[in-house]
């Protein structure tokens, strides 16, 4: 959907009335795709597409409504695959502290129990966060996920953003990144997935 990043920036109402148009579109797509998938071997479960923010959610309400969401389309999901994995993506711009994302994720996986799985994407790459600053940031988000009982995955960035926004308002641009910075990237990544959720 290459609208969502500006229809998640809209106010209260306009976010809901989306979000309730989105859920209604991929439960479609849901019933249309599963009897192709849910009988192949190759059939791993769902990825959830929305990439979870820590600014948009921030708004009086903004992250009711999301969690809602996330609930509902989750729990249809799992009552439509029921032992199918369940993941979802986020990242943090250093918005607020670490406390607050912890807070933040670990409110929205109680509301959606049918999701096991976060992949948290390190925003090292597109100057989101530091080398410094993730280590705090990816705890947080191993703390929330161990609280409620789900895996984290770390993803590595492994490019260097180049152009686009908000560095600027041309397409995005990337070049691979040193592989000194990828391996740090990825030290700290293994760090957080030291310790598994029981």
């Not at 009335?17 to 479609?28: F, H, I, M, N, S």
């Not at 032992?83 to 807070?103: E, H, K």
């Not at 090292?124 to 895996?151: C, E, F, I, N």
Request: net charge negative.
């Amino acid at each position: 959907d290459t609208d969502y990043w500006q229809k998640i920036a809209q106010s209260g109402d306009q976010v809901g009335a989306y979000l309730a148009d989105r859920e209604a579109r991929l439960v479609k797509v849901i019933d249309d795709v599963l009897p192709l998938v849910s009988a192949h071997r190759s059939f791993g479960g769902w990825f959830m597409g929305e990439e979870i923010d820590d600014v948009n959610w921030r708004r009086p309400g903004a992250s009711a409504t999301l969690y809602s969401y996330v609930h509902r389309l989750s729990s249809y999901l799992r009552l439509v695959t029921p032992s199918a994995p369940i993941t979802i993506s986020g990242f943090c711009n250093a918005q607020g502290t670490a406390d607050q994302l912890q807070q933040f994720w670990q409110d929205l996986l109680q509301a959606a129990p049918g999701v096991g799985i976060v992949l948290f994407q390190d925003g090292v790459g597109v100057h989101k966060l530091t080398l410094q600053a993730l280590p705090g940031y990816l705890a947080a988000m191993r703390s929330a996920t161990d609280s409620t009982k789900r895996q984290l995955w770390s993803v590595v960035e492994v490019f260097e953003q180049t152009g686009g926004p908000p560095m600027n308002s041309g397409p995005f641009e990337a070049v691979p990144a040193s592989f000194t910075r990828v391996l740090s990237q990825m030290k700290i990544g293994a760090r957080s997935e030291e310790h598994t959720s029981e």
